[in-house]
């Protein structure tokens, strides 16, 4: 199979994979080999094993060689020894960063612009997608995923190992104990969700997520052949996403930490550095690692309220400001042609797709039509990135902004549509983009919760923002009102991508999810023969501002209650 993907490559391309060297090979060694494919007087390379590792909820402060309180040894060596991805962006929230990395395409193009899929929604990835294991697969790879899934599971076609991974363990959810493996959507409705293949890894519970995935993945490597096939893994971690729990040992460095929440979470931090440690042990142990890429990736920014620190980033996750989208991400690789960098190239997680696939042996027909980019060259050698643009996202369905109108967008767009589009070294925001404050590392046990309010709360009275993010990426000076020509041409594009857009997919939940239903796990509750209506889920009223002001006001006051909720934990 690998011989077949690379049949079509030119000297000069497999060269700039990494995969060939200029040594020729003698005539003794070729018939001494003849078993061994060759191209004229090169052997066919097998293409590299890929290990690509998300972690979730883990902000742009939260590992050592950003931050001066969490230590992660193995993380910022493996960092520095490769290249480090400084330009580097995801999504805000779970779902969009998951679905961009599979399928290679914006939100916009896959109808889930709109929040996250949630348990008793009946969605998923959509079908007509071919996903990133899929297209690994034709070209001859082993296909694993380990981890958390969230990209929907209402029909036995939405699973993993329908949607192109050959083996699959984890969760489907997007939450879960770490322990228990029990998982809640909303008061009551509560499920155990580990899943083995399409079945349910019932006798699994009790091990603690962060080991047991990295066992499996230990396992899949000691047991695979990697001169025979080429083997891709997605290892998609639960940590360090709430419920914040750990092994008891990993908590110890970190006493001096005065705030609980920041402890806690440092730990999961820490617990995570120990697993790729391991992994990339088992690399070496078992063969994989001298023709491996390792590439890691955190799915969106670090929540401040449950121990995350994006800082100095503004924002937090959920936000399109900095500190929601920017993410930690480096690649490791013995094939890297230029190590121990950091790399400003502007790389986007849809990028991953046709990168990848390009790594496999496969051509560009097989990646047409998707949003990403092939930025190997620009990882590996510090070429220029072939990426000027990242449409960061269109929301229709957000709550619309009170104070945007089509006249404050210049005519061109509707500034209370929550959008945010990057081009070059500007960035425009429309709409509410999140609470836009910055917010640095918490030291303190507790404080009022009138504290956390001062600024967080207050809704912004703009709906147009524009960064020279190169030079100000702390998104501190707002420069629209100084560059209404930038503006003009940055709405234009959003323009230009809204018309792309698809309808978005954002069905009501379905009560025949609920877990007691289906033998107290959740599991997919629709048959495949069951036809879908799409059209009649997505047009969202749009609320007269009474009941927005009288919903804003109940908001308020559940904020002000989880937050001291939150300065009482100990």
Known sequence: MATTALTGFSMMSLLSLGYLTWDLMSPNQVENDPEKPFIGRFPVPQPPHIIFIMTDDQGFNDIGYHSSDIRTPVLDKLAADGVKLENYYIQPICTPSRSQFITGRYQIHTGLQHSIIRPRQPNCLPFDQVTLPQRLQELGYSTHMVGKWHLGFYKKECLPTR??????????????????????????LCGFDL???????????????????????????????????????????????????????????????????????????????????????????????????????????????????????RGRKGTYWEGGIRGLGFVHSPLLRKKRRVSKSLVHITDWYPTLVGLAGGDESLTEGVDGYNVWEAISEGKESPRLEILHNIDPLYNHARTGSLQKGYGIWNTAIQASIRAGDWKLLTGDPGYGDWIPPQILPGFPSSWWKQERHTRPRKTVWLFNISGDPYERYDLSEQRPDVVKQLLARLVYYNRTAVPVRYPSEDPRADPYLNGGAWVP??????????????????????????????????????????????
């Not at 949607?163 to 009551?188: E, H, M």
């Not at 997505?538 to 001291?564: E, P, V």
């Open 163 to 188: 949607r192109g991974f050959d083996t699959y363990f984890g969760s489907l959810t997007g939450s879960v104990n770490y322990y228990t493996y029990d998982g809640c959507d909303g008061s009551g």
């Open 525 to 570: 509750w629709v048959g495949d023969e069951e036809e879908d209506n799409w059209g009649s889920f997505f047009q969202k009223k749009s609320m007269d501002w009474k009941k927005k002001l009288k919903l804003s006001k109940s908001r308020s006051f559940f904020g002000k209650l989880k937050t001291r909720i939150m300065s009482n934990i100990v």
């Open 195 to 313: 899943h083995e293949g399409e079945s349910v890894a019932w006798g699994q519970s009790g091990k603690y997520s962060t080991h047991l995935y990295t066992r499996r993945v230990r396992k899949i490597l000691a047991t695979h052949d990697p001169q025979s096939q080429p083997l891709f893994i997605f290892l998609s971690f639960q940590a360090v996403h709430t419920p914040l729990q750990y092994p008891d040992e990993y908590i110890y460095p970190y006493l001096g930490l005065e705030n609980v929440a920041r402890r806690k979470y440092a730990a999961m931090v820490s617990a995570v550095d120990e697993a790729v440690r391991n992994i990339t042990y088992a690399l070496r142990k078992y063969g994989y690692y001298q023709n491996s890429v390792i590439i890691f990736s955190t799915d969106n920014g670090g929540q401040p309220l449950s121990g995350g620190s994006n800082w100095p980033l």
